[in-house]
């Protein structure tokens, strides 16, 4: 079992800066990769970024060249630094982790926190 903690979120300006931290605790031995999915109302959840152990990155269309995600392995926390906001940026953000262990492959979802871009 593998536990995700989010922090940050808030209201800011459009151009305005945020940045989210999410760590795993519990059974983190297997997770391979970490990232962070988006949820605006009545939207499906899509995926924003994503980074591997191995440091190996993704990044949606919509935020490549204004949001940065890294990684640290020994302590399984992972944060994402959005610059440049954009009112299209408003939803609830969840941090995710990718489990693969040899007794099953598994998804961990963090509680969700609010990002709120005003023009």
Known sequence: QVQLVESG?????????LR?????SGSTFGINSMGWYRQAPGKQREL????TSGGNTNYADSVKG???????????TVS????????DDTAVYYCNAHSVTI??????????TQVTVSS
């Open 48 to 51: 924003v970024t994503s980074i």
């Open 66 to 76: 204004r949001f940065t995600i890294s990684r640290d392995n020994a302590k399984n």
């Open 80 to 87: 994402l630094q959005m610059n440049n906001l954009k009112p």
């Open 103 to 112: 007794w099953k492959i598994a998804d961990y979802w963090g509680q969700g």
């Open 20 to 24: 989210l931290s999410c760590a795993a």
């Open 9 to 17: 979120g808030g209201l800011v300006q459009a151009g305005g800066s």
